[in-house]
């Protein structure tokens, strides 16, 4: 019972707080992500993936509704983040010694977990 309740916590944090990123995508659009695809010699369209990672993706793991896929789109959304946006500061620490990355690092890690523990018993589809 604890562990389904530690992934329901797990699904919640990681699903709500990513979401949040893609309102705000919803919101203002993608432009800026575009200009990043774009510089990197990518396709533009490339960019509208982010609704796909950070909005449907999220849903499926709040709801526990197919979570390990949305878990495993996530961690992909994710690290095409860190290749476009913070490839350079892959290894940079902030003033405080933590890592400049903790919030992606978080992100992608936890995205990984839900991928391999699945939504646990308070999902929809249990597995």
Request: hydrophobic share 55%; glycine share 16%; net charge neutral.
């Given at each position: 019972?604890?562990?389904?309740?530690?992934?329901?916590?797990?699904?919640?944090?990681?699903?709500?707080?990513?979401?949040?990123?893609?309102?705000?995508?919803?919101?203002?659009?993608?432009?800026?992500?575009?200009?990043?695809?774009?510089?990197h010699g990518l396709?533009?369209?490339?960019?509208?993936?982010?609704?796909?990672?950070?909005?449907?993706?999220?849903?499926?793991?709040?709801?526990?509704?197919?979570?390990?896929?949305?878990?495993?789109?996530?961690?992909?959304?994710?690290?095409?983040?860190?290749?476009?946006?913070?490839?350079?500061?892959?290894?940079?620490?902030?003033?405080?010694?933590?890592?400049?990355?903790?919030?992606?690092?978080?992100?992608?890690?936890?995205?990984?977990?839900?991928?391999?523990?699945?939504?646990?018993?308070?999902?929809?589809n249990r597995q």
């Amino acid at each position: 019972m604890n562990d389904d309740i530690g992934k329901l916590v797990l699904r919640l944090t990681l699903g709500i707080l990513m979401l949040l990123h893609g309102i705000a995508k919803l919101r203002y659009g993608v432009g800026g992500i575009e200009a990043m695809v774009h510089n990197h010699g990518l396709p533009g369209f490339l960019a509208y993936g982010v609704f796909v990672g950070e909005v449907i993706a999220p849903l499926l793991v709040i709801f526990g509704f197919y979570a390990r896929i949305g878990g495993v789109i996530m961690a992909v959304n994710m690290v095409m983040v860190i290749a476009l946006a913070h490839g350079s500061q892959l290894l940079d620490l902030d003033k405080s010694g933590g890592w400049v990355l903790e919030l992606q690092g978080f992100f992608l890690f936890a995205s990984i977990v839900v991928a391999l523990i699945g939504p646990g018993k308070f999902g929809i589809n249990r597995q």
